[in-house]
């Protein structure tokens, strides 16, 4: 099946303990991407990736790391979590730049105490 | 710059009766627009996408949007709303010179009353 995972789809953590969430699809994609979600602000894109070893800053990328080291995989990296990072977190995949219909992960939700 | 402006936060129909959820961009270019809906405590599904072919886009449910460039607006509609319509629906735009960035509006959120 045709899908875009991420793990853990649930974490509660505490300010500045580094985590990860792993982000992997199967539908040989170029491009990826990564956005949170808060009430009001619609999703925001984070980072994208137009391919492996290729990636730009979106709108809110303070905070955040990414790396695309394989096409499939695109982990998202909080070095010092703090708690204005708790928020829902979509990773997302299409087959290529300019043609960026997406398809998205389940969601992550974060929690950073 | 791209932005995307959603007239309403939340919008409120009777069953049966039509919906219109506004979106207004901006972009420097010919950009991609769509709409994506989201169901309670669920992901993002693609309900259409405009990509310079026909401006009367048609999408699954029922759904439609206009792309107007005169008033680059790209409204969403559906003549008779159903129940299982009630969810957030994002107008999404992105272009090359954005440099591929993605840009969503705010959201709006249609409650649907029997």
């Known amino acids: 099946e045709a899908q875009v995972t991420q793990n853990p789809r649930y974490l509660i953590t505490v300010t500045g303990k580094k985590l990860t969430v792993t982000c992997s699809q199967n539908m040989n994609h170029e491009y990826m991407s990564w956005y949170r979600q808060d009430p009001g602000l619609g999703l925001r894109q984070i980072y994208y990736s137009m391919n492996v070893e290729v990636t730009d800053k979106g709108d809110v990328p303070e905070g955040y790391k990414v790396s695309r080291k394989e096409k499939r995989n695109f982990p998202l990296i909080l070095e010092s979590p703090s708690p204005n990072q708790t928020s829902l977190y979509f990773c997302a995949s299409s087959p290529a730049a300019g043609t960026p219909e997406q398809f998205f992960g389940p969601g992550t939700r974060l929690t950073v105490l | 710059a791209q932005s995307v402006t959603q007239l309403d936060s939340h919008v409120s129909v009777s069953e049966g009766t039509p919906v219109l959820l506004r979106c207004n961009y901006s972009?420097?270019?010919?950009?991609?627009l769509f709409w994506y809906v989201q169901h309670p405590n669920k992901g993002l599904q693609l309900l259409l996408k405009?990509?310079?072919?026909?401006?009367l886009v048609k999408g699954i449910n029922g759904f439609e949007a206009e792309f107007k460039k005169s008033e680059t607006s790209f409204h969403l509609t559906k003549p008779s709303a159903h129940m299982s319509d009630a969810a957030e629906y994002f107008c999404?735009?992105?272009?090359?010179?954005?440099?591929?960035?993605?840009?969503f509006g705010a959201g709006t959120r249609l409650f649907v009353k029997a």
């Open positions: 999404v735009v992105s272009d090359r010179a954005g440099g591929f960035k993605t840009i």
């Open positions: 405009y990509t310079s072919a026909a401006t």
């Open positions: 972009s420097s270019y010919s950009p991609s």
